[in-house]
């Protein structure tokens, strides 16, 4: 039961926080839709208001398991010694200050450039609740740096698709949605090129060359292995997107609309597919650790 609830909420606060993070900040990259789409605070907000809720949740059930109790007989000493002793507990109160302040902001005066700046300190801090956080020495912070690039990067690419796929859902107009789409193509092209730098950066340092053949035996390995399948099929679909669906937009055929619609609609399963398969990954031990 702990690690269901773990993975489950670790797995809550990855999609909470990349929608806070990646959905402004497809506005601040699209200066031609952030007019016609700017992301209602309203949105934004219960996103920060649910992103504290599972806060609290998540430093319970982790204080939980790491204390082998259940969270009915966890103690509130306990909960403090983590948030105050540990590097975990550090970056849940930076977190959950982020998280109040934004909500804060979003209430009286939506301000998109300090709204993700805020939503990337709280999305940054889930490195530390990963493997993000657990190298020593010099690399140490490479490996940390990397990863928090590496979930901003993913919640780019994700923020993106969930505002993309609701402007071809939706009654946009052909145009600006093949503007929106074609603006896209080329950040994804950064966003791609970033997720696959630090992902590489991160395997070097927690599976290395001679954890590589490991990997199928292991569950950590099977379950990145799938993740990285799931990824080349994102990047089919990305493809497909960018060079043959957004080019036939402005033929105006109805087929090529839903086209479009079923594949971001197969890009956006696939990228949540791979936070739910992080979210359990990221509990287990990686090759590195074990030999
Ligand atoms: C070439 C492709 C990729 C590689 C090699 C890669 C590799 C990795 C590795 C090794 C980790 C650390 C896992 C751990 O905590 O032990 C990781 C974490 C993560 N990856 Fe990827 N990844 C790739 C693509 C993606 C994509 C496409 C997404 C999402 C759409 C993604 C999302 C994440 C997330 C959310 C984490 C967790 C970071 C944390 O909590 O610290 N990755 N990735």
Known sequence: MGDALTIGVRFALYVDLMLLFGLPLFALYTPLQRRLFAISPKVLGALALLGLA????????????MAWVGLAELMLADVEAMIVDTSIGHAW???VIALMML???????????????????????????????????????????????????????????????HMVFGSTDVLV?????????????VIVATIVATG?????????WSGVAELPETR???????????????????AMNRFRLTPALL?????????LRRSLALETAAAIAIL??????????PPVAAS
């Open 54 to 65: 599972l806060s609290v949740l998540s430093i319970a059930a982790m204080t939980a398991s």
């Open 93 to 95: 109160l930076a977190r």
């Open 103 to 165: 909500a804060a902001l979003l209430s009286v005066r939506p301000r998109t450039g300090l709204g993700v700046l805020l939503a990337g300190v709280a999305l940054g801090s889930l490195a530390w609740t990963g493997h993000g956080a657990a190298g020593e020495g010099a690399s140490a912070n490479l490996l940390l740096i990397g990863d928090i690039v590496h979930l901003f990067a993913a919640a780019a690419w994700l923020g993106a698709l969930v505002v993309l796929s």
């Open 177 to 189: 949605a093949q503007q929106a789409l074609d603006r896209f193509a080329k950040a994804g092209t």
């Open 200 to 208: 590489l950066s991160s395997s070097a340092f927690l599976i290395g």
């Open 220 to 238: 950590y390995g099977q379950l990145l292995l799938l993740k990285l399948v799931l990824f080349v099929v994102m990047l089919a679909l990305a």
């Open 251 to 259: 033929d105006g055929e109805p087929v090529t609309r839903s086209k």
């Open 276 to 285: 739910a398969l992080v979210a359990w990954l990221g509990t287990l031990e």
